[in-house]
């Protein structure tokens, strides 16, 4: 079994007509994270949680920020590929924990449906996916509302042939 942990900071995009994504989930009630992709950071966190599991880099040596073909992308089809080159390396998922700090908008709602949009992506059992949300109790650039934090741990198991 390997452990990696991801973590992943976004500011809301100013003026944004797009909804926020988080979790491979629109929310209404805030704007879009700013990102070359969609702007996920709960998916980003997980995929940089299992590659570091994995011992295979990050997020960005994988999808370059500059990478025109990522451009708007949206992040559950970066997890699905992960996915596969995790598999290919003889790892399947074992679980994911996932912890969202925010201040808004509140996610209680968006909770479940988070977890089987990630559960579904990576083709794992849904019991094995955890995401939760906490405030920043005011403090600091999530405390006002300027961003949203994520950290993410993944644990793998290797495939015994």
Do not use: W
């Not at 679980?95 to 449906?113: F, Q, W």
């Amino acid at each position: 079994m390997r452990t990696g942990i991801g973590y992943d900071l976004h500011r809301f995009e100013a003026d944004s007509a797009l909804p926020l994504r988080l979790g491979g989930i629109e929310i209404n009630e805030a704007p879009r994270l700013l990102g070359h992709s969609d702007g996920d950071a709960l998916i980003h966190a997980v995929i940089d949680a299992m590659l570091g599991a994995a011992a295979s880099g990050d997020i960005g040596s994988h999808f370059p920020p500059d990478d025109p073909n990522t451009e708007g992308i949206d992040s559950r089809e970066l997890l699905r590929r992960v996915q596969r080159l995790i598999a290919a390396d003889g790892f399947t998922i074992g679980n994911v924990d996932v912890t969202v700090i925010a201040e808004k908008p509140r996610l209680h709602d968006y909770i479940e449906p988070m977890c089987e949009s990630l559960s579904s992506a990576l083709g794992i059992n849904r019991k094995n996916v955890n995401v939760k949300a906490t405030t920043n109790e005011g403090v600091g650039s999530f405390g006002s509302g300027e961003a949203i934090a994520v950290m993410a741990v993944a644990t793998l198991d290797t495939v015994t042939v």
